[in-house]
Structures are given as structure tokens and as C-alpha cells.
């Protein structure tokens, strides 16, 4: 299975910290729920997963979201450089 599959599959699951949701907010200069906010850009068509060790990473747009692999925690996202 892609690991593309997985993610959409758990999609429910993905969650963050509250620490996590304000790293992803500064990042990504967006206001509001950042959880929703990922999720709709890992649902994109456009958006390309890739697992790397324990991690998703998943590229979309102009940024690269983290996704922890066994509990779907989103670690982090960043602007692409």
C-alpha cells in the first residue's frame, strides 16, 4: 500500500499537539485549526506522501508536513525553501 493510501486511510487519526499546532501555525503563517488545515492538504489530489523512518512526509503546495507513522501525530510542517 502507498503510503499516500495509509494516510487518507487513518485520516481520522491524524491529530497534533498543542504545542505542534502552534509550531505549525508560526510556520505556516495560517490562523484556526491547523489539524483540519493539514488534513485538507494531504486529501489533495497534488499532494505527494512519502515515508521515511518512523516518519510521513508529505508534500503539497509550498510546504512539507511531518506525520508521525505509528500515531499520526503531526509533528511539524514547513514553507518549502
Known sequence: MQSKDILIENIDK???TEMGAGRISKNLGISGDVVEYCK???LKKESIAERKGKNY?????????TVNAS??????AHKNK
Do not use: Q
Open 14 to 16: 491524524i491529530h497534533t
Open 71 to 76: 500515531s499520526y501525530t503531526i509533528i511539524t
Open 40 to 42: 485538507e492538504k494531504i
Open 57 to 65: 512526509y508529505v508534500n503539497i503546495d509550498d510546504c512539507i508536513i
